[in-house]
């Protein structure tokens, strides 16, 4: 067997296979240097995940830092430490890049071709079950607009998918183009040692305040063990989470108020009317977490403001928006979110023939139609990552076993029923409906939707 990726869920699927399945044999393929993913990749500073790591963390293996959202090295060194504890860091082929997999139906196996090491050396490699957990975006470019007068822009611009290893911005003035998670964390950070932080947003998005440690794991560790802590608290977080995600889709007037008591306490009724009242509904984009409420704290104390604008154009010393006004800038960090990219682009094959990705059906979100022995690893939008790659690990384990057990050596999902419908896949929820371009939907007269993804 081959697992590709060597990142959260790479790994967590290699510990699966060693706990379920002994008898298997396997090989990570990882196209870096190093263990991580998206965990290694990410260095700027303040990251940090926005789901508790009671939920991103591994059933199997306890997460025993007091904090819950935690930064992005702690989770680096937890994924390190689980793989060297259920010893898969053995197993793993470094500077693999995959390009192409083949499957032969003569042979019942799948050959994977791969690039290795600085030289691309091309090598070949074969199995007879493939699990991808590559993660769903281009680990090369981070995705940035087209604006007018960039090239005339005299200082630093920086996209925090590659933030230089020795920049310093103490005293600097830094604008940060975006409103997502990216930002949420990486502004307050940056008001630590900046001169002045500016988020530029083109519209508000929906921030939530939770603290960094878990209130509950923490009043449960003084008097139960960590496994029982970590075990409660997961799902209780779990069910909480299932509940206001529900609550949001089906009194989404509700929720936003509730969201919008909480910036209001923070920072009073003005401020968060202009600058934190989205005007999608909850839940049609991911919510951000301000962990201990550090972006309020920070737009209190005068370190950060925000400003809700368009840009019209950049200038020598900064960013003059549609609005007239002028934002001067050392620094700007365009936080402006990722490019697609799906099994980090490698191309499929079935007996010679092309996979045609738009036109296969996912199975159980783990499995395309008509593509033998293959299952791909991909996390919730709503939820916790691992959450979803941890049922996903589960369920290919369960099969492998099952075949071994009835003597199988292929497993195809096949769409046998007529009645199943054909239906996009969706970036914004669960429900393929759900997006206003969609041309079934129930939401068109949404006002901030999203796109809609289909696998190419």
Known sequence: MIVVGAG?????????????????????????????????????????????????????????????????????????????????????????????????????????????????????????????CTGYYDYENGYTPEWPGVAQFRGTIIHPQRWPENLDYTGKRIVVIGSGATAITLVPALAQRA??????????????ARPAEDPAAKFLRRYLSL????????????????????????????????????????????????????LY?????RLCVAADAD?????????????????????EDGVRLKSGEHLNADIIVTATGLVLKLFSGMQLFVDGVPVDMPKTLVYKGMMFSNVPNLAFAVGYTNASWTLKCDLTAGYVCRLLNHMDQRGYSVCTPRV???????????????????????PRSRARDRRSPGDCIRIT
């Open 295 to 315: 972006l309020f704290n920070a737009i209190r104390d005068g370190s950060v403001s925000v400003v809700t604008d368009h840009i019209e154009t950049f200038t």
């Open 416 to 438: 046998n029923d007529p009645d199943i419908e054909e239906e996009p896949v969706c970036s914004t929820s669960t429900r393929a409906t759900s997006c206003a371009r969609c």
């Open 8 to 132: 959260l869920s790479g790994i967590g699927a290699a510990c699966h296979l060693k706990l379920e399945c002994p008898r298997k044999s396997f090989v990570i393929l990882e196209g870096r240097d190093t263990i991580g993913g998206t965990w290694d990749l990410f260095r700027y500073p303040g990251v940090r995940s926005d789901s508790d790591m009671y939920t991103l963390g591994y059933p199997f293996r306890p997460w025993r830092d007091p904090k819950a959202i935690a930064g992005g090295r702690a989770i680096l060194n937890y994924i390190r430490e689980t793989a060297a504890e259920y010893e898969v860091e053995k197993t793993i082929r470094y500077q693999h890049r995959v390009g192409r997999v083949s499957w032969s139906a003569d042979e019942g196996r799948w050959t994977v071709e791969a690039e290795m090491g600085p030289e691309k050396t091309l090598v070949q490699l074969s199995c007879n079950f493939l699990f991808l």
């Open 227 to 278: 496994n029982t802590v970590y075990a409660l608290t997961r799902w209780k977080n779990v069910l909480f989470g299932t509940f206001f995600y529900n609550l949001a889709r089906n009194r989404p007037a509700f929720f936003k108020w509730m969201v919008a008591k909480g910036v209001r306490n923070e920072l009073g009724d003005e401020y968060a009317a202009r600058h934190f009242a989205p």
């Open 281 to 285: 509904n909850p839940w049609d984009q």
């Open 195 to 208: 001169t002045h932080v500016t988020m530029l947003q083109r519209s508000p998005s929906y921030v939530v």
